[in-house]
């Protein structure tokens, strides 16, 4: 049975850190791409960044270039998103999905979205 599974949400203030992992079980990573997702109340579903499956190519979408940053440890079906310096507007829930080939296109970069997690609620607010 294939899962994804976010955590590490939660409440931070302005300028803080969080760490999100994305766990898969039923597929092996090695050869899916996975991609970050967030969306915010009354906002479409957005991309937040990507990073393949077969060269690691790495992806950022302008709004967290610079902050954020993709990793991915396949030996323990693990990928990451490491959030720096958030602001006030990257309140949103977080979602990851995972894809054989990347089919949704942000407006910059395709992304995977063959199975999704449940998502993990990030708040930052003072």
């Known amino acids: 049975q294939v899962q994804l599974v976010e955590s590490g949400g939660g409440l931070v203030q302005p300028g803080g850190s969080l760490r999100l992992s994305c766990r898969v079980s039923?597929?092996?990573?090695?050869?899916?791409?996975i991609g970050w997702f967030r969306q915010a109340p009354g906002k479409e579903r957005e991309g937040v960044s990507c990073i393949s499956a077969t060269n690691g190519d790495i992806h950022y979408e302008d709004s967290v270039k610079g902050r954020f940053t993709i990793s991915r440890d396949n030996a323990l079906n693990t990928v990451y998103l490491q959030m720096d310096s958030l602001k006030p507007e990257d309140t949103a829930v977080y979602y990851c999905?995972?894809?054989?080939?990347?089919?949704?296109?942000?407006?910059?970069?395709?992304?995977?979205?063959?199975?999704w997690g449940q998502g993990t609620q990030v708040t930052v607010s003072s």
């Open positions: 039923g597929f092996s990573l090695d050869y899916y791409a």
């Open positions: 999905a995972a894809g054989l080939h990347r089919t949704w296109y942000s407006g910059s970069w395709y992304y995977p979205q063959q199975y």
